[in-house]
Every structure is written in C-alpha cells, then in structure tokens.
C-alpha cells in the first residue's frame, strides 16, 4: 500500500488482485446483484485511489478497503430508499436523443442513417479530451451530470460546461448549429 500511495502502478495492480475478489463478494452478499456489486466495487476503488493520502502507512489496508466499501454500499443504498433521481434539485434531467438531435419519443423512424453516424463518431473524436468524455458519459452511456463529475473527479459545475462546450462543438462540426450562432 505504502509502493501505491508513492504512485506505483504495478502496487496497484497487485492490491486490486488481492482486495478487488474479497471486496466483491462482500457487495455481492450486501446487494444480493452482481451487476450492482460490479458498480459499486469500481466505486470503492475510485474512492479508494481519492483517499489513498490518508492511509496510514503499516496498517493492514484490507479493513480500510472493506470500510470504504461498506460506506459506499450504504450511500447507494440511501439513495435508493430516498429515490434520489438527481444530485442536484434544481436540475431539469435530460431528454435523450438521437444522433440526429430528435428527442428518442418523437422520432418517427428509430433506425440511425449510416452516414450521420459515422458522421458524428467523426465528429466525436475531433473534440478536446475533457468534452468528448463529457458527451461520452453524459449522451452515450446516460449518466447523469453529477455521476460524470463523480467519475471524472470534476465538479458538476465543471462537467455541465465541459458537456455544453461538448454539444455545441458537435452542432458546429455537423454543420447543425443553432440559427444566429457564430460559426
């Protein structure tokens, strides 16, 4: 842990071989759902990775993870019971649409064009690092603004303009920029 915390990746790598099985079972016994266990064990060693300066170098690491694991079970869990949709509550969640730009529930016809999609794939990896996986988390794998800053270590605040600075580079680069926007 004391090679981790000095920044070694392949002291990473050996804990994770070691923690990451026991630290699973453990939220796979909690949450009684793998794919919630996967979750939340990628979570745990974010927030472990995060919280790594406030080890105390010579003590046994495993009951640190498993206290970090249990801690991250717990919030998940509250946030279920509460039925927390959103981190912030002024917030307006986001309509999902296509690659075209049509909300998903007015599309006539579901199926994507080829050329639109290749299209913006292209487009996609013509944006800076920090916008493409804005847009990548935000519209592709349907996180939400606070789940992105989470797993970016960013703020919402941050993230939310990352991922506006994101839609409008790809408005400009598809040629669909808004009527009275600056090219």
Known sequence: MAQYQA?????????YAIA???LYGYLAKLTKSRALADDLLQQTFLKIHR????????????????AIAHRTFLDDARKVQRGIVQAAGDDVPEVAAGLDGAPDDRR?????????????????????????EAVVLTKLEGKTVAEAAEITGTTVGAM????????????????????????
């Open 7 to 15: 920044g070694d990746a392949a002291a990473f790598r050996e804990l």
């Open 20 to 22: 990451a099985p026991r």
């Open 51 to 66: 919280a790594r300066g406030a080890y105390v170098v010579g003590a046994d690491p495993l009951p640190w993870f498993f």
């Open 108 to 132: 006539d016809d579901p199926r994507v064009d080829p050329e639109l999609a290749r299209a913006a794939v292209d487009a996609l990896a013509q944006l800076p690092p920090q916008q493409r």
């Open 160 to 183: 939310k303009v990352r991922a506006h600075r994101g839609y409008e580079a790809l408005r400009r680069l598809l040629g669909r920029a808004p009527k009275g926007a600056a090219a």
